[in-house]
């Protein structure tokens, strides 16, 4: 059916076809795949259309360029002090030479991983638990120092290394939660006790302040009392200069009129104190009274005026209910 | 065979359609020549009239040749710069800017803080504070120069 040079042009054609597959090659973005010609690297293709040799070149790695995210499973630490934690993170990379990561190391992720552990352990063993806990950011710059220093040498980018979770075993947690509690409590009575103190000192600070004033209150009224005294005193001399003065000039008469005056009225006085059921009349009032001659005309009036209605005896009961106002006087003309 | 020769030279067109059918389904920048090849040996057929052997080496040479054809073109259209020259190279795009050492350049190598990464430099000693232009990107590490002001 086929003769031989029919068999021929199938087989050209078909491949010429294959080499057409074989030498062209449409890198997507974000790879980069390298090429090895007799299994020896040459070169890399970059993303786009890219030609190879047919039957000696051949793609040897598909390498990813585009960053990726890789998670460090989590694992037990011992920290400085002793405490043993739990810790996992998570690990940013890119690789920038895709046949440096293709050829100089085994197993790209696998390495970076244990790097990354082996790292982690280093960091964290150095620090204590309080520590650790506090400086995430610390450990973060230097694991990705060391890790990215290392990684370079295979062609990879380390962008960051993040610790995700330190978990303390559970009894330390509680410990830390107590002293956390205790901590708070200390500072409450601390504060409450300062609180007590100051109120005090400010209480005190008020009784001093108004005791203080009082006694300068004191003093001022004592200095006034003193002055007044001593302005009374000063009027009182004056004024009996003027009566010993008006006595020494003029008639003993008017004297005993005006004591006679307030003798009177303070009988009366007593006389219409309410509820008044006894008088009493000094036994010398008479005495005095009769002594002075200068008033007797006065006096007898007044005398009459009394008889009428109390008891000349100092002792005797009140009979009459002689409850009337005291004795008149008529004014002396 | 027989089905072939009924539609005669149509088959290459049809076979052609069929290949840039293909390749517009799987995109893949391969189908696309093999189609436009056998459209272009349709197309010769008749004008010349071929053996099909004949036209089976057509269509295998003007494969080869839209390959090449097309390769001139596609490395003209890559070589055009692209919406983000940078993707994939981060280093690169650094190329040009200016930062501030947090700390020093010691025997030729430090470190710089750029994007919430930390990069390794390799440039002259300078202390920190000083201000440094990235000249050039070599994978992870950058070179710097010292940048005035």
Avoid: C
């Avoid at chain 2, 054809?69 to 003209?76: E, F």
């Amino acid at each position: 059916m086929l003769s031989g040079f029919d068999l021929f042009v199938l087989i050209f054609v078909l491949l010429i076809i294959l080499t057409l597959f074989a030498g062209v090659k449409t890198v997507p973005q974000g790879y980069e795949w390298t090429v090895v010609r007799f299994n020896k690297y040459t070169r890399t293709l970059m993303p786009g259309l890219n030609l190879i040799v047919p039957f000696i070149d051949r793609i040897g790695s598909k390498v990813n360029m585009m960053e990726q995210v890789m998670d460090v499973p989590s694992q037990e630490v011992i920290t400085k002090d002793n405490a043993t934690v739990t810790v996992d993170g998570v690990a940013f990379y890119q690789v920038f030479d895709a046949a440096r990561s293709s050829y100089e190391v085994t197993n790209l992720t696998h390495a970076i991983l244990n790097l990354t552990t082996t790292n982690i352990r280093t960091v964290m063993g150095s620090m204590d638990l309080d520590q650790l806990l506090s400086h995430r950011d610390e450990i973060n710059e230097r694991l990705l120092r060391v890790v990215d220093a290392a990684a370079a040498n295979w062609g990879v980018k380390v962008n960051r290394i993040e610790i995700k979770d330190i978990v303390p075993p559970a009894d330390l947690v509680h410990a830390m939660a107590r002293q956390m509690k205790a901590e708070r409590e200390k500072r409450a009575l601390v504060l409450e006790a300062e609180g007590h103190r100051q109120s005090e000192i400010l209480r005190a600070e008020g009784a001093k302040q108004s005791q203080i004033l009082e006694a300068e209150g004191r003093r001022e009224a004592a200095f006034r009392d003193a002055e007044a005294r001593e302005r009374l005193a000063e009027a009182e001399a004056v004024a009996t200069k003027m009566v010993s003065d008006a006595v020494a000039q003029g008639d003993l008469n008017a004297l005993n009129y005006f004591i006679a005056d307030k003798y009177v009225k303070a009988l009366e006085s007593i006389a219409s104190a309410p509820n008044q059921r006894v008088l009493v009349l000094p036994v010398e009032a008479t005495a005095i009274l009769g002594s002075l001659a200068g008033v007797s005309e006065l006096f007898k009036s007044a005398e009459a005026a009394k008889e009428a209605r109390k008891p000349t005896r100092p002792t005797g009961p009140a009979t009459s209910g002689g409850s009337s106002g005291g004795p008149m006087v008529g004014p002396i003309g | 065979m027989s089905a072939l020769s009924a539609l005669g030279v149509w088959s290459w067109f049809i076979l052609g359609l069929v290949l840039l059918g293909v390749e517009v389904a799987m995109p893949g920048f391969f189908m696309l020549w093999l189609g436009a090849a056998a459209i272009a040996t349709g197309l010769i057929t008749l004008a010349f009239g071929l053996s099909w052997q004949a036209e089976f080496i057509v269509f295998a040479v003007v494969a080869v040749v839209a390959l090449v054809v097309w390769l001139r073109l596609a490395k003209r259209s890559t070589e055009a710069p692209a919406d983000n020259p940078f993707l994939n190279r981060r280093a690169a795009s650094y190329v040009g800017r200016e930062f501030v050492l947090e700390e020093a350049i010691v025997r030729g190598s430090g470190r710089v803080r750029i994007d919430d990464s930390i990069w390794r430099l390799s440039g002259p000693d300078l202390p920190a504070g000083a201000k440094v232009r990235i000249t050039r990107a070599d994978g992870g590490l950058l070179h710097v120069e010292a940048a005035a002001g």
